[in-house]
């Protein structure tokens, strides 16, 4: 299993890492690049560009940076022995396409840690202009909950299976499914629904 990383991604240029989850080392790096100083100078001059080392290597759209790289990372580590069965990346739906389509049409995909809260909290926003209670300060408490959850339960993907049910119910005095060692209400789950929300701010 591997997840890539895209730290900057601008206009004219864009890097991408894949990271192993198991060893936490770097299988592989990509750049890509829209721009060369000599070609582009030599251009604006009408002039043949000297004999230089240039790093240009991309003329498609900036968009495409990243699933381009991907693609070339994956295929290098398949070329060499290995194979790639899962990546954890973001929520973008087309460079899971184009891998499957490009490499193995097999291959999975988990959405990264940081872009499943992200996508939690945005959602917990949209709600909040239905429901008026659903202040900034109950919404930073529940993604508070989620990432403390999330950080006991590493490797643990039925503690996770849990823990979202226990995130979810927890604030409005339903403890069924949270655990002793981090709720005193566990075993006075019928304590008052307000006061547990509450005292947990």
């Given at each position: 299993m591997t997840k890539y990383g895209m730290p900057t991604h601008k206009l004219a240029t864009g890097h991408c890492s894949m990271i192993g989850?198991?060893?936490?080392?770097?299988?592989g790096f990509s750049v890509r690049s829209k721009y060369c100083k000599m070609c582009d100078e030599a251009t604006r001059k009408g002039v043949q560009a000297k004999t230089h080392d240039c790093r240009m290597n991309w003329d498609g759209s900036a968009k495409a940076?990243?699933?381009d790289m991907v693609v070339e990372m994956v295929q290098s580590i398949k070329s060499k022995g290995s194979n790639v069965g899962t990546i954890i990346a973001d929520d973008d739906t087309t460079t899971i396409a184009r891998l499957r389509k490009s490499v193995d049409p097999n291959i999975k995909k988990m959405s990264d840690k940081n872009h499943v809260k992200k996508n939690i909290a945005n959602?917990?926003?949209?709600?909040k202009a239905k429901h008026k209670k659903l202040t900034p300060k109950v919404i930073k408490y529940l993604i508070n909950c989620l990432n403390y959850m999330l950080c006991q339960n590493q490797d643990n993907p039925k503690g996770v299976e849990n823990g979202l049910e226990a995130v979810g119910r927890h604030p409005?005095?339903?403890h069924s499914f949270c655990d002793k060692s981090w709720c005193s209400h566990k075993e006075n789950a019928s304590k008052n629904i307000l006061l547990?929300?509450?005292e947990s701010l």
């Open positions: 989850t198991e060893t936490g080392k770097v299988l940076m990243e699933q959602a917990l926003y949209q709600l409005f005095g339903d547990c929300l509450l």
